[in-house]
C-alpha cells in the first residue's frame, strides 16, 4: 500500500461506518499527521487533490534547499537520510516524502479535491470530488501555508507587454538568460530567486523591496540558524528584539548604500507579525557587488513601464512576483467561523476552535524554528488530542 501512487479508483472510499479521520493534504504536515494518528490506532484517510503526495514541493523552483537542518526536519518515525546532507534540496524532500507515505504504509487517496467541510451532529461531511460525501471523525486540514498564489491587482499590470509570471511558476534560470529581470518581494523566495537569475545569465536583475527585511546567516561557525530560532521561542519578544540587534551589526554588513537599509523594527517583533527573517544563500554578496541592484517597490504598470514608489520608471523584459500566497481556506472552511480577518485559522495544532470540535489545522504557521520541526510536534499534538476525544466518545456510549 504505498501513499504517493495511488489513484481515487485504487482504493474504496471508506464507508459511513468506518468514520476514520480524514487528513486533507498530502504534503509533509498531512503525512506526518496521518502517521501519528495511525501510531494511536486511529485510521487516519489522507485526501491529497494531486496525482503524487508532496506536490507544493514538486512545484519549488529547481534551486531550492531547506534552511532548516535535515537532523531537525525529519518527520515522526523517519529520519531523513545522511546522504541528503546538511541542507536537504527539493528534489530529496520529495524522495523523502514518498518514502514517507511508503515506509508507514499511509492510506492515501490522490486525484480527490475537497471543496468544503461541514458539521454534521457529532461527525464531519466533506464534500469532494465527483460529488462524494465523506463522513469522519474529525477532519486536519493541512493543504498547506503556500497553497494559492497571490499575485497583486498592480494598475495596468494587464497591458504590460513583458513577461510577468508568479514566483510559483519561476523553474530555474535558463529562460531567462541574456535578459533583465524585476523580482519583486525580498522574502527568502524573492531574494533566492533574485540570486539565482543573477548567477545563472540574466544580463541585469533588479530586487524591488518595499519594507528592508531582516537578513540572518542561515549557518555561522556550524551553528545553524534554526537552532536560534527554537531557542527564540521561548524567550519575550523584546528580550530577543534587543539581542537581535547587536548580533546582526556584527554578522550582517551594512547594505544601506546598495539600498537596503538595516530594519528599524525588531527581528522577533517583525516574526510575530509574520515576517520571516531572510536566510542569506548569496544575496548579501550579490547585493554588495551590483550583481542584485536593488529598487523602490511596485507601484503598477504603465505604458510598457514598472512603476516604482520612488517615482521611477524602468522597463525589465521579465517580472517576477515574489509575492507570497493566499491560504485558500475560505471556501473550505471559511463558512465555519474559524478563520480570522487574514484568512488564517484561529487555531492550529492540537486545539480546535470552540464551535468546530475535531477540526485541527497544520500547517498554517511560518515558524522561525523550522516549518517540518514543527509539522512534527503539531502531529503528534493533534493525533493525541484526536485520540483523547475519541475515548471520551466510546465511554460516553456515543457509536
Known sequence: MTGSTASPTSRTVPSHEDRPVYVVGGGPGGLAAAHALRARGVRAVVLERADHVGASWRRHYDRLHLHTTRRLSGLPGLPMPRRFGRWVSRDNVVRYLEKYAEHHELEIITGVEVSRVERSGDDWVLHATGGRELTGGAVVVATGHNHTPRLPDWPGRAAYPGELLHAADYRNAAPFTGRDVLVVGVGNTGAEIAVDLAEGGASRVRLAVRTAPHIVRRSTAGW??????????????????????????????????????????????????????????????????????????VDGFEEGEVLLSDGTRISPDAVVAATG??????????????????GRPTVHGARSPRNAPGLHFTGFTNPISGMFRELALDAEKIAKAVARRAARTRAAGRP
Open 224 to 297: 545553524a540558524a534554526q537552532y536560534t530560532g527554537i531557542l527564540c521561542r521561548r524567550l519575550p519578544v523584546r528580550l530577543v528584539d534587543r539581542l537581535a540587534g547587536p548580533l546582526a551589526r556584527i554578522s550582517i554588513p551594512d547594505l544601506s548604500a546598495h539600498g537596503l537599509p538595516r530594519p528599524d523594527t525588531g527581528l522577533y517583533s517583525r516574526v510575530r507579525e509574520g515576517a520571516i527573517p531572510v536566510q542569506d544563500v548569496g544575496l548579501i554578496d550579490a547585493v554588495r557587488t551590483g550583481r542584485v541592484e536593488v529598487v523602490a517597490a
Open 325 to 342: 500566497y493566499r491560504r485558500g481556506l475560505e471556501d473550505l472552511v471559511g463558512h465555519l467561523g474559524v478563520l480570522d480577518g487574514r
